[in-house]
């Protein structure tokens, strides 16, 4: 299939995020890998074999077609865990499959049992407990009815895992929540043990907890955008400098993302006329102007309509006037050497020039990694 760019993932740099998130965490906590949004865009099926390959064994995605995305691709024993959304005529297969599951209300453990029961195996679930969030988990008294659930029916229903999610990890506002969030946790795991519930795992962190709160570490972190080279935050980043001993301080993630296309055609421009679509960009001198066969069809936001800026020949390029369906223009007046086909980086490349992403958007940063994970499945990926 014709493809008009291509992703290429660099597994050296996941290899050394990856190696950088196991030194902060103890001997004994179990990383899970988080690949829910297509692995944030990289791309289960290229991203989840290189993972393994890192020494990964446990996967975190949101939905059941996600997970079998991941367990088509993995070679060896690994533990899959679906987070999110189920349908409940997805979780016979679950079960079959040793798939575990976040379970947030009775229902959804009622559905557990009874798929258990016709399948003949137990239902691994992780209880999702509420512990500020207010998005999903399980309030006391709804526990009170799980745990009953649970007590008579140990051979169909295992807790796996005791698990929560923190509402923003990420910034320093949310410090008195995040530690009432942990209060609140291990009072409930404590509860639940009186009770006769003892989850094996208790996780609670994700990337920004697992580098700002070592203590949410607990049994397991489930770290996502970490592992593709990105800050949670550029607050995160900064607790993590500030807590160096080290003299030198250098930024440890490596972006795994390279984002290329190639200049599609090249025209000069008289001052005084629009370019593109409108009347959005107006040429104020002469230019020379590219056009690169890539649009928000393809996952360049419009956003970045007159804003975003790309690779070409090692310069830094503009997108002059409305990204289109499938094409935009950069400005490459001053750009030398560009022809048809010279390529042109979208993400990616080195150093002060390079295109990157920043997880929340910041203006600095071009790039919201909301774009990494729109990027289509049907680019191809490469690994090196
Ligand atoms: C997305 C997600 C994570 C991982 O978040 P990162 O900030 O990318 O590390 C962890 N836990 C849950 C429940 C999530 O939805």
Redesign the pocket.
């Given at each position: 299939m014709h493809s008009t760019s291509t992703i290429v993932l660099n597994s050296d740099a996941l290899r050394s995020n990856i190696e950088f998130i196991r030194s902060r965490l103890g001997e004994n906590v179990r990383l899970s890998s988080?690949v829910?949004g297509n692995a944030?865009g990289h791309g289960i099926e290229a991203m989840v074999p290189m993972i393994e390959k890192c020494g990964v064994d446990h996967f975190?995605v949101?939905s059941a077609d996600e997970a079998h995305r991941v367990h088509k691709v993995i070679s060896g024993e690994c533990t899959i865990l679906v987070?999110?959304e189920v349908y409940n005529h997805n979780v016979e297969w679950l079960i079959e499959q040793g798939i575990e599951f976040f379970v947030f209300d009775v229902e959804r453990a009622g559905v557990a049992l009874d798929a258990a029961k016709k399948v003949g195996k137990p239902a691994l679930i992780h209880i999702e407990i509420e512990t500020g969030m207010n998005r999903t988990g399980f309030n006391r008294n709804e526990l009170e009815l799980l745990v009953d659930l649970i007590v008579k029916n140990r051979q169909y229903l295992k807790p796996q895992g005791l698990c929560t999610?923190y509402a923003g990890a990420e910034s320093i506002a949310n410090y008195v929540r995040v530690q009432k969030q942990i209060k609140s946790f291990n009072k409930t795991y404590a509860w639940l043990k009186k009770h006769g519930v003892t989850p094996a795992l208790r996780h609670t962190a994700?990337?920004?907890a697992a580098i700002a709160y070592p203590k949410t570490h607990m049994d397991m972190v489930?770290?996502?955008?970490?592992q593709y080279g990105y800050w949670?935050s550029k607050e995160v980043f900064i607790d993590y400098l500030g807590k160096l001993k080290t003299e030198v301080k250098t930024d440890p993630l490596r972006r795994v993302i390279t984002w290329t296309s190639y200049v599609m055609a090249v025209k000069v421009v008289r001052a005084g006329e629009f370019i593109g679509y409108g009347t959005s960009y107006l040429a104020q001198q002469d230019m020379v102007i590219a056009t690169i066969p890539v649009g928000y069809a393809h996952g360049y936001s419009r956003a970045l309509s007159n804003q975003g800026l790309v690779l070409i020949n090692g310069r830094r390029a503009s997108v002059i006037g409305t990204v289109n369906m499938n094409m935009m223009m950069v400005d490459i007046t001053d750009v030398t050497g560009v022809s048809k086909g010279t390529e042109v980086t979208l993400i990616g490349g080195h150093e002060e020039t390079a295109i990157s992403v920043a997880s929340f958007g910041e203006l600095s940063n071009q790039l919201n990694y909301e774009l990494l994970t729109r990027l289509p499945r049907d680019i191809p990926r490469i690994t090196e």
């Open positions: 988080v829910k944030y975190s949101f987070m999110g999610h994700c990337s920004a489930r770290v996502g955008i970490l949670p």
